[in-house]
């Protein structure tokens, strides 16, 4: 059985007695047929080791290693203010992941912790102290700036800690069938682009959090995302609409997903894609769709929330093509057509505003004979007719 499920005979022994957590193998598939074989714990567990403390706003995230023994199935973590007096902090059994996060801080503070492994035959000895400061959040860098969706509310603030964290405050009504209200801290998009971001566990509730693409700033735009909410906050569902004022769509993404978790959203062209991580490295696509957009969309994270909500992304990383920042787009495929009334039927693929020209002579664009008629935004491809 080790061969097919390696850890199950060491799971089932940290579990042990069943009869005081029948759950762990829903009374059946985890139960000691022979003692003999699966005694016990007689051994404390090794003391961990290597144990680490990140801090970002709001929050420090612990880490610890174990010596591979694994024969720990629970813990408990020790903190300090002043490094001398110790208070438990939280107490976990059955809980094997070697990791701990602490949202009960405050900016500006250090703090010192230590970690005590246990199994059923008690204590290990304490861990080496870990020290951390946590750091006090400013205002958005440049080029970030909020905006209320809808009915939404906002506030965001910003420290370089954790390769960029970004806290985003507010909230809003949610996804409805043609329009949303949601708090978003944005960044400006032109051309072709991605974000991504690890999205960290608070303790308070929520009805999504995520990041997404709009093509404007008003409710009901073309738009393409990912979230996570749900019963229990841990369904991730990509959500688009491919028309202003069209339907909003959900296509399902991953049932059990529980934070710190990893997205992203790309936009090539006119396709926008929406992928999920559990560690940044594995990426998969949840849902790729084809939209016409402006050539400049607005990306960044966002919060749905009855009541204030206090949304905590670090690693953020924004990337624009720069062969596109500043680059005039040139229009292609140009037509012209006759039409009645002399008229003049123009149709190319397009860019985001134009200025359209015309002369009476063949080569005198460049001299008293040009003239501008109009200027125009244009999607794609447009049409447009002069006399």
């Not at 404390?44 to 801090?55: G, H, N, R």
């Not at 408990?76 to 701990?100: N, P, Q």
């Not at 992928?275 to 849902?287: F, I, P, T």
Request: hydrophobic content about 35%; some cysteine; glycine content about 10%.
């Amino acid at each position: 059985m080790d061969h097919v499920a390696p850890h199950l005979t060491a799971f089932a022994r940290l579990a042990r007695p069943e009869a005081a957590q029948e759950n762990l193998g829903f009374g059946t598939v985890l139960y000691t047929v022979d003692e003999a074989a699966s005694p016990l714990m007689t051994e404390v567990p090794a003391a961990a080791e290597d144990l680490t403390a990140v801090a970002s706003q709001g929050f420090v995230w612990l880490s610890w290693k174990d010596a591979h023994r694994e024969d720990a199935r629970g813990y408990r973590i020790l903190r300090s203010t002043d490094g001398e007096v110790f208070t438990t902090l939280a107490d976990m059994d059955f809980h094997t992941r070697k990791a701990y996060t602490d949202n009960q801080v405050e900016p500006g503070q250090t703090y010192y912790y230590k970690v005590v492994l246990r199994n059923l035959a008690g204590d290990a000895p304490e861990s080496e102290v870990a020290k951390v400061r946590v750091p006090i959040c400013g205002g958005l860098p440049e080029g970030w700036k909020t905006a209320e969706i809808g009915n939404g509310w906002t506030t965001g603030f910003y420290t370089n800690s954790m390769d960029n964290t970004f806290v985003v405050e507010g909230g809003g009504d949610g996804f409805r069938r043609t329009d949303e209200g949601h708090a978003f801290v944005y960044h400006s998009l032109k051309g072709n682009g991605s974000l991504t971001v690890r999205m960290l566990p608070t303790p308070q509730t929520f009805g999504s959090i995520g990041i997404m693409l709009r093509g404007t700033l008003h409710s009901g735009s073309k738009q393409m995302g990912i979230t996570l909410g749900g019963t229990g906050l841990r369904y991730t569902h990509a959500v688009s609409r491919l028309e202003a004022g069209g339907q909003t769509q959900w296509k399902n993404g991953d049932d059990f997903t529980h934070t710190p978790v990893w997205l992203r959203i790309v936009r090539e062209g006119k396709t926008v894609s929406a992928y999920q991580s559990r560690n940044g490295e594995d990426w998969h696509l949840k849902q790729s769709v084809s939209m016409v957009l402006p050539q400049t969309v607005y990306v960044g994270m966002i919060v749905c929330a009855s009541e204030t909500y206090r949304a905590e992304f670090d690693h953020v990383s924004f990337v624009a093509d720069a062969s596109q920042t500043d680059a005039i787009a040139i229009p292609a495929n140009l037509t012209a057509t006759c039409m009645s009334g002399c008229t003049t039927r123009l149709l190319w693929d397009g860019v985001y505003g134009a200025v359209v020209t015309k002369c009476t002579a063949t080569g005198l664009w460049q001299r008293k004979w040009r003239q501008t008629v109009t200027m125009m935004r244009i999607w794609t491809r447009d049409t447009m007719s002069i006399k």
